[in-house]
C-alpha cells in the first residue's frame, strides 16, 4: 500500500472515530448553544475508564458502554454548576475538567497505561472476517454512522425538540413548560457521553490511554463541527449531524497535509487553534460563504443562497458562544 | 368564584446605582389586588415603566413577588416556577422572535407548544396527525402558513411569527392568556390584523385574557374591562357601562390628573 493510500486511511479512521466527540461538541456547541469545555477531561475519562476495566479483565464493549456513562456523569456535573449553583457556562466546564484530571489519574493509577495484548473491540470483532486493513475503518464506520442514526432521530423527538428550543429561545421553551435547567443538565451529559465513548475507541485502536490525550479536544471537535458547517450546510438536523462527522474526517486530513508540509506534530494545536479563530473571527458569519466563494465551489447560485442561508444563524451563536453566562 | 385572585402584591428590582436617589431600589409593581372572571378579557394601559410588564411576569412565574398571593382556580401559585403553572398559562411577547424558535420548523414550533405542560418524551415529536391539526389551526390565520410546515421560522416575516406566537400561546387553550403589547413591534397594518385574530382567538375559545397594549383605542374597543397602572399601581379599573360611555380622551384626561397630582404632591413634600 503506497504511503498516501495509508495516510488516506488513517485520516480516515481518526476522523470517523473521532467524529463520535465532534457530535457530541455539537450538541453543546451548536444545539444547546453551550460551550462546554468538560470535554477536555470526558474524552480522557472515557479512556482511563475503558483501559482500566479491560486490563483488569473485562468486556471491551461492556468497558466502553460504561466509560459512556462515565461521560454523562461528567456532563451532568457541569450541567449542575452552571443551573443550580449559577455558575457561568464556561467556568463551569473548566472546573469539571479540572477535577477529571485528578480523577482520570485516579482511576488510571499511573499517567498512562498501555493495551497491548489486551482484548479490545478491535480485537474482538477478528472473527467477522473483514480483512485487516479496513477492520477499524469498517468497525468506527458503522459505530458513527449508528450514533448519526440515533442522534438524528432523538433530536425529532417531543424531548430532542426542547432540547433543541432550548438551545435557540430559552424563554419560549420555559413559557410551554419545559424546565430547562434539566434540558441543559441531560443535553451536557449525553454530549459527554458521546465524547466519553470516543475517548474509549481512541484508547482501544491506539494502543494506550495517556492523561493527556484530552488537551485541545474541545477545539478540535469546534473545528470539526466548522469544517462539517461548510463541507455540509446545515439545512436540517441530519444534515448537521452528519456535517460534524464529515468535518472531523476533513480535519484530520487537514492535520494529515499539515504534518506531511513539514509542521511537527506539537504545532497541531497551534494550527487547530488558529482555524477556529478565522472561523470564528469572519464578521458576521463563519467561514462557509467566503470558503465557498474563494474557491469557487458550487455555482454561483449556490454560493449566494449560502450567504442568505448561514449568514445570520451561525454567525449570530458564534458570537453568543464566546460570551460567559 | 375568581379564576385568578391576586392579592396585595410587591415587587421591587435592586440595582446597583440609580439617579433617584432611592439606593438603587425600584418599585416595579405596589400593592396591586386584582380578580379575574372566567372569560374576562382585560386590556391594561400605562406609560412605559408603569409595571405592566412586570405584573404579567409574576402572573406568570418568571419572577417571584416580593410579597402577595396568586391564586389560579383557587389554587395559589405565588412560588410554583414558570415552567410548572406554564400548563395552565399561554403568553406572547412583544418581540416576535422571543414567542417562537427561528432555527426550527413552523411544524416543530406548532408541535413544541401542543405539548404545552406535559412531559417531553421519547416519542416522535411531528406526528401525521399533528401536522393535519396544524393545517387546520393555521388556516385561521389565513397567512398561508398552511403549505410551509416545514419552513424554518427565521425566514417569516414579524407579523407571521408573530400570528404563530399567537397561535401556540392559545392553542391548548390556556386558563389565562398574557399577551405584553404583542401587537407594538408591528405595522399599523399587521398590528391590525394581528388584533382581530387575537380577538377571534379568545372569543372562540371563551379564554380568560390579559393584554396590555399602548394603543387606547383598543383598550377601549378590545375586551370588557379597562385597567390603568401608574408606577406600579392600579389606578383605574373600569368594564360595564362606565367603559361603554369612555372616550379615549376621558383616558387621556384621567391620566394627566393622575400625574398631576403626583406632581402637586411632590411640590407639597419639596415645600
Ligand atoms: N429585570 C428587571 N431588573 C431591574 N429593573 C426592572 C426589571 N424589570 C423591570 N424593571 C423596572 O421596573 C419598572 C417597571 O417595568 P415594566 O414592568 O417593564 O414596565 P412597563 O411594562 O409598564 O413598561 C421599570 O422602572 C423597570 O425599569
Ligand atoms: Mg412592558
Known sequence: ?325 | MYMLRIQGLNKSFYTGSSGDGMNGEKVAVRGVNLSLREGDFVTVIGSNGAGKSTLLNIIAGVYYPDSGTIYLDGKDITRLPEYRRAGSIGRVFQNPGHGTAGSMTIEENLAMALRRGKPRRLARGVTESDRKLFRDYLCLLDLGLEKRLTDPVRLLSGGQRQALALLMAAMTRPRLLLLDEHTASLDPKTAEHILNLTCKIVAQNRLTAIMVTHNLMHALNVGSRTLMMHEGEIILDVSGSERAGMTVEDLLDKFAKVRGERLVEDRLLLA
Open chain 1, 1 to 325: 500500500m503506497s504511503p498516501t493510500v495509508g495516510m488516506l486511511r488513517a485520516a480516515l479512521e481518526q476522523g470517523l472515530v473521532y467524529g463520535i466527540l465532534a457530535i457530541g461538541v455539537y450538541l453543546t456547541f451548536r444545539v444547546l448553544d453551550f460551550p462546554d469545555l468538560t470535554v477536555d477531561g470526558s474524552f480522557p475519562l472515557g479512556g482511563a475508564v475503558a483501559a482500566t476495566l479491560i486490563v483488569a479483565g473485562w468486556n471491551p464493549f461492556l468497558a466502553t458502554a460504561l466509560a459512556a456513562v462515565f461521560g454523562y456523569v461528567a456532563g451532568i456535573t457541569t450541567g449542575v454548576l452552571n443551573t443550580k449553583l449559577r455558575i457561568s457556562g464556561l467556568l463551569s466546564g473548566i472546573l469539571t475538567m479540572t477535577a477529571l484530571y485528578s480523577i482520570n489519574l485516579r482511576i488510571m493509577g499511573r499517567s498512562n497505561v498501555p493495551l497491548l495484548r489486551q482484548d479490545t473491540v478491535l480485537t474482538l470483532i477478528e472473527g467477522l472476517g473483514i480483512p485487516e486493513p479496513v477492520r477499524a475503518l469498517v468497525l468506527f464506520f458503522v459505530v458513527v454512522a449508528v450514533f448519526v442514526l440515533v442522534v438524528s432521530a432523538f433530536l425529532h423527538t417531543e424531548f430532542g425538540l426542547a432540547l433543541r428550543a432550548t438551545g435557540d429561545n430559552e424563554r419560549m421553551i420555559r413559557s410551554l413548560g419545559v424546565d430547562t435547567d434539566t434540558m441543559k443538565i441531560v443535553g451536557l451529559g449525553i454530549s459527554n457521553a458521546l465524547v466519553a465513548f470516543s475517548g474509549a475507541l481512541v484508547a482501544q485502536f491506539q494502543g494506550f490511554t495517556d492523561v493527556g490525550m484530552g488537551i485541545g479536544m474541545v477545539v478540535a471537535g469546534l473545528a470539526s463541527v466548522i469544517i462539517g458547517e461548510v463541507v455540509v450546510p446545515p439545512r436540517t438536523v441530519v444534515r448537521a449531524v452528519t456535517g460534524a462527522v464529515a468535518g472531523s474526517v476533513v480535519y484530520r486530513l487537514v492535520i494529515a497535509f499539515a504534518l506531511r508540509a513539514g509542521f511537527a506534530p506539537t504545532d497541531l494545536k497551534l494550527v487547530t487553534a488558529a482555524m477556529v479563530v478565522i472561523a470564528l473571527a469572519a464578521p458576521g458569519t463563519t467561514f462557509a460563504p467566503l470558503v465557498k466563494r474563494y474557491l469557487g465551489l458550487g455555482s454561483g447560485r449556490a454560493a449566494i443562497a449560502g450567504v442568505a442561508g448561514s449568514g445570520e444563524e451561525p454567525g449570530k451563536r458564534a458570537g453568543a458562544n464566546q460570551e460567559a453566562r
